[in-house]
């Protein structure tokens, strides 16, 4: 603590303990006892101007020590020795673990054929149970990895600005820099980022439902001034006092006692599914395998030895069943893919990273998976599409349009006086240096452009703003599409008006300042200022002049705002004062601004890439019919035969009607948030997968009913935010498209490593069952298995699951709600390739011979050090298992290059693969590890040393694998087996959940057919945290997949390319 804080801790007449005492309560007379809210205010030396320079030169530090700060606890994160020991309690792994050391107890009995080399047999349980370490070891770094992954976007989400004042002066500041005593500015649509008490409000409610589950909106005025922290802001605005910071607030507090492990996605639950499956089905080999080894140990060991040939039964060969049990506990290793949900963590975790580079912020898992499948875009315009850097450049002022900004002495000085007045106090942007220390306009885009006209005509907007006292406010909103403010022009705002605007009006009483879209504000106009500033009556043609204006500003992409003022008489009630209705009428007309809002230059490519993707991009804009369509065609979104609608015409349709304009419908103008919901709806009714953007409060019953939510992360809303599933960091289009690539990337990378890991437990399988009923045991080891399941689940979902997206995935259509997870193409991969390996392993079972071969000694007549123990007479017998292992270990890795690719037009195997480093790495890994396990390996893997031409005939044979992948990219799948195949193994279409998984492997995904009842559960559901959709109505019985909308530009490749020959 600095000296002066030291010196003045006391200045604090309120504590932590006192300031949870009132939260607690909530009560005004506690309140009322500490003098009120200026008397809290007061006591923690704080005002309505915000923080003292005291406290911003200190840094704020004595309020955190003494207060604390804004952060809140997070999950204690797991260390990597309880991740360690977490991989022990699999069931499988502790019976194998048992069965190893009973092996390794067991070696130690002497055997009656024990030869002079010595009894090594303990070296497989010892080599078991060092296999399974490291199993456990590297799976506890991926788990230990992928938690410090989550933590830091868990810590990026979190990260958000507020507005407070400080030192007089509006300002924003990290959400964790918050410090009791501080004076938030709070707007609707934003969250509460501490608990407080309200300084001043204006039709203030509160939307507690994070915290109650109450839906109904609370009123917020001196009668409730409690705010709590997490909660909304459901209309109007006003500031508060921040009492309670992090874990003393009321969120704080709820979040201590929910702290919980994250969820696994759909995508995960559901491929553990499959992986339960496959292990089902290897406990059955497994089972069976130990049931033929068993009746063959009894045929030699009884009917044989004891029986027929009148021997004595030797107690010692009882542990030939421990090698069984071993054995098959490790085929169930094997064969239980849990590699497949790792592939989707990794896969998931790895993409969230890059995806954050591509300014997609992730907030739910299963958003990166449904993107992929996304096959209609509902996008805003402006910030979106548009820069979002908006300037006036034309307007109607005066009675006639300027192509260009009037300076200010072109225009008579009542309308600039006007202008620049209704423009400082109807509005909450404010100035504030940037990093550079440049000063710009922080809020609301096009009151920025308003200030900065002002500015630009010589306007303080300070100055007018403090002297003016705001009665009430009439928010804007996407029904209303304007806003106005009701202020007392007391004679010091004349003054400060004044001083630059000798000409401005002055007038005893209440002034109404309103702004908003042209149609709707013109509509309540009955007079303007004339060519001399001067009030006069709103004629016909004065009218038309002003509409002409419109169409003219409107058909050259600008965004049109009339700008309006009515004096209202005094000795109005507060209750009429607080009327839109009442007051909203009879306005005098300003004048009209053009704002240009340029279009993002990566966007028109953006768009066209979508598209060819066979995504239908469509805009959804409140802004007027002409400017949503001109920048539509700008940025290639509205094409010839496109159809653009506005929100009313689509509030009219039927569903019916609503169906037959959808193929082609591209705009939405003037629409409002139902409007955007009812569309959102009925697309999903249709089948098709939805990407959504939004950033008003009101969006968020569409950004939840849609199968991905994106929120704006500059201009959105926190309640967007809060129902979105990825943040758009930059607000830009292209970030969309990015995340669809993203999208793509990861279900292309669980179908490669789904395809590579069912093709090695076919024949893993098979092998270890079919050497058990003809050779009596299986000719991979139980070591060489763990080896084999490390391959193919940790590492290769480590190269497989990691590579990042490419050209390629935009130039097929989406892969849609109902496709399955393993396609037709795959199938004939997995078969080909097992095929092909079974093949090459049973003649090597069938011909190679065992024992000691003639002429196959390859010890040195020199002596070597540790010869005996790794080279031993007795691993002789190992050479044809072992030219089996290193031949089946290598199919694998050339089969890895194979699985990069599914598709038979993704020839080129090797293509991009420098992009992919840990997959290269894995590669190379895996050579060493296996080339140091056969040399080195002796009896603990049960290998043999190899000479290097045998090395040259395994690794020649399994590279065999690659040429095999060429040609079966090229035998087409006949059309009926392909459809059959599709068919079988399709997902049923049942009801909708938000996510496109159930396509993945099982179930379908619908959505509400009634726009009018959604509406009303999507907004009650938006509180809802969960990833599955709340909805669940049967879908319509139209298949939009079958018949998708109208892309233009789209590829007419299909998800699966048709092969040649088809």
């Given at each position: 603590m600095s000296t002066e804080a030291s010196r003045d801790s006391s200045r604090f007449q309120l504590d932590v303990a006192a300031l949870d005492r009132l939260s607690n309560s909530r009560r005004t007379k506690d309140v009322a006892e500490l003098g009120g809210v200026q008397g809290i205010m007061e006591k923690l030396c704080t005002s309505t101007d915000g923080l003292s320079q005291i406290d911003i030169d200190d840094g704020c530090s004595e309020r955190y020590q003494l207060f604390g700060r804004n952060v809140y606890p997070q999950p204690k994160s797991k260390s990597f020795i309880r991740l360690w020991l977490e991989c022990l309690k699999d069931p499988i792994l502790i019976i194998l673990i048992i069965s190893a050391v009973i092996s390794f107890v067991l070696s130690f009995i002497p055997k009656e054929d024990e030869g002079s080399e010595g009894n090594w047999d303990w070296i497989e349980g010892v080599a078991i149970l060092a296999a399974i370490v490291i199993v456990c070891t590297v799976t506890a770094f991926n788990d230990w990895s992928k938690e410090r992954q989550f933590r830091k976007l868990n810590a990026a989400k979190e990260d958000r600005m507020v507005t407070v004042i400080r030192t007089g002066l509006q300002q924003t500041v990290n959400i964790h820099d918050l410090a009791v005593g501080d004076v938030v500015d709070i707007q609707q649509g934003d969250q509460v980022p501490a608990d407080g008490i309200l300084i001043a409000?204006?039709?203030?409610?509160?939307?507690?439902?994070?915290?109650?589950?109450?839906?109904v909106t609370v009123t917020k005025d001196a009668n409730s001034p409690f705010m709590l922290c997490g909660c909304t802001i459901a209309t109007g605005n006003g500031t508060m006092v921040v009492t309670n910071v992090g874990i003393h607030s009321e969120w704080g507090k709820t979040l201590a006692s929910l702290v919980k492990e994250p969820e696994p996605t759909p995508l995960q639950n559901k491929l553990d599914s499959l992986a339960k499956l496959i292990g089902y089905f290897g406990a059955g080999t497994a089972l069976f395998t130990v049931l033929v080894l068993g009746i063959r140990w009894a045929y030699k060991e009884i009917v044989k030895k004891v029986i027929v040939d009148g021997g004595s039964f030797a107690l010692s060969?009882?542990?030939?069943?421990?090698?069984?049990?071993?054995?098959?506990?490790?085929?169930?290793v094997v064969a239980v893919p849990e590699g497949l949900p790792l592939a989707v963590t990794i896969s998931l975790a790895y993409s969230m990273k890059r995806m954050m580079k591509d300014n997609n912020l992730v907030r739910h898992l299963n958003a990166c998976e449904t993107m992929g499948g996304a096959t209609n875009?509902?996008?805003?315009?402006?910030?979106?599409?548009?820069?979002?850097?908006?300037?006036?450049?034309?307007?109607?002022?005066?009675?006639?349009l300027f192509d260009r900004v009037p300076a200010r002495d072109e225009l008579p000085a009542s309308i600039v006086a006007h202008i620049g007045v209704g423009s400082a106090v109807n509005s909450n942007a404010f100035l504030q240096a940037n990093e550079a220390g440049q000063m710009e306009f922080i809020g609301s885009k096009t009151e920025c452009a308003l200030l900065q006209l002002s500015r630009n005509w010589g306007l303080d907007y300070v100055p007018v703003r403090k002297a003016t006292s705001e009665i009430t406010e009439y928010d804007f909103n996407s029904d209303r599409k304007r806003m106005s403010k009701v202020v007392d022009m007391t004679q010091s705002s004349y003054e400060e008006a004044a001083r630059d605007f000798p000409d401005f009006t002055a007038h005893a009483g209440p002034r109404i300042f309103c702004k908003g879209a042209s149609e709707m504000v013109l509509s309540l106009c009955t007079s303007y200022l004339d060519e001399q500033g001067q009030v006069a009556p709103m004629t016909e043609e004065v009218r038309k002049s002003i509409d002409e204006a419109i169409i003219t500003l409107a058909s050259n992409g600008l965004r049109t705002i009339i700008l309006a003022y009515r004096d209202i008489e005094p000795g109005q009630t507060p209750e009429q004062l607080n009327d839109s209705d009442l007051n909203e009428k009879e306005l005098t007309c300003v004048g009209l601004t053009g704002i240009m809002d340029p279009l993002r230059e990566e966007v028109p490519e953006s768009v066209r890439r979508c598209q060819m993707a066979g995504i239908m991009v469509r805009m959804v804009t409140g802004d007027n019919i002409l400017t949503a369509k001109s920048i539509a065609r700008s940025c290639n979104i509205l094409t010839e035969t496109g159809t653009a609608i506005t929100g009313p015409e689509l509030r009219r349709m039927t569903d019916a009607e609503l169906d037959a304009v959808i193929p082609t419908l591209q705009v939405v103008a003037r629409s409002t948030p139902t409007d955007k919901l009812k569309l959102v709806t009925r697309l999903r009714a249709l089948g098709e997968v939805v990407a959504v953007t939004g950033d008003g409060a009101n969006d968020a019953p569409a950004l939840k009913e849609a199968d991905v939510g994106l929120a704006m992360g500059i201009s959105g809303t926190e309640v967007a935010k809060?129902?979105?599933?990825?943040?758009?960091?930059?607000?830009?289009?292209?970030?969309?498209?990015?995340?669809?690539?993203?999208?793509?990337?990861?279900?292309?990378?669980?179908?490669?490593?789904?395809?590579?890991?069912?093709?090695?437990?076919v024949v893993a399988l098979v092998v270890a069952f079919t050497g058990a009923l003809f050779l009596g045991e299986s000719p991979l080891g139980a070591v060489q298995l763990l080896w084999v399941n490390l391959i193919m689940d940790t590492l290769a979902a480590l190269a497989l699951a990691t590579e990042g997206p490419h050209e390629g995935l935009l130039k097929r259509k989406p892969y849609g709600r109902y496709e399955s997870l393993i396609s037709p193409d795959m199938w004939k991969n997995i078969a080909f390739q097992s095929v092909f390996q079974l093949v090459v392993l049973f003649v090597f079972m069938a011909i190679l011979p065992d024992g000691n071969w003639a002429n196959s000694s390859y010890l040195t007549d020199l002596p070597v050090l540790g010869s005996d123990f790794f080279y031993?007479?007795?691993?002789?017998?190992?050479?044809?298992?072992?030219?089996?292992?290193n031949t089946f270990v290598f199919s694998q890795l050339f089969n890895e290059l194979n699985a990069r690719k599914i598709t038979w037009m993704d020839w080129n195997i090797l293509q991009n693969i420098h992009k992919s480093p840990m997959f290269i790495i894995v590669m190379v890994l895996t050579v060493v590890l296996q080339v140091l396990i056969v040399t080195f390996g002796s009896y603990a893997v049960r290998v043999h040393l190899l000479e290097p031409q045998e090395w040259l005939y395994t690794i020649a044979i399994a590279f065999l694998s690659i040429p095999i992948g060429f040609v079966q990219h090229l035998v087409p799948i006949p059309p009926p087996l392909a459809r059959f195949i599709e068919r079988l193994t399709a997902p049923r279409r049942k009801k909708a959940k938000k996510g496109v998984?159930?396509?993945?492997?099982?179930?379908?995904?619908?959505?509400?057919?009634?726009?009018?009842?959604?509406?009303?559960?999507?907004?009650s559901s938006s509180d809802n945290e969960g990833d599955d959709h709340p909805h669940g109505v049967e879908t319509n019985e139209?298949?939009?997949?079958?018949?998708?909308?109208?892309?233009?530009?789209?590829?007419?490749?299909?998800?699966?390319?048709?092969?040649?020959?088809?």
């Open positions: 409000a204006i039709n203030l409610e509160l939307d507690e439902s994070a915290l109650t589950g109450e839906s060969s009882l542990t030939a069943w421990i090698d069984f049990i071993i054995l098959a506990v490790t085929i169930v875009i509902c996008s805003d315009k402006t910030g979106t599409l548009t820069q979002n850097k908006m300037t006036v450049t034309q307007g109607w002022f005066a009675g006639r809060e129902a979105s599933d990825i943040i758009l960091l930059d607000d830009n289009f292209h970030s969309v498209e990015m995340a669809i690539l993203w999208g793509r990337a990861v279900y292309d990378n669980i179908r490669k490593f789904l395809q590579f890991q069912l093709t090695v437990n031993g007479g007795g691993t002789i017998a190992y050479r044809k298992d072992t030219i089996i292992f998984v159930e396509a993945f492997s099982g179930s379908d995904s619908s959505s509400s057919s009634s726009s009018s009842s959604s509406a009303s559960s999507s907004a139209v298949d939009y997949m079958a018949s998708p909308s109208v892309v233009p530009g789209a590829c007419d490749d299909p998800a699966r390319p048709t092969a040649p020959g088809e």
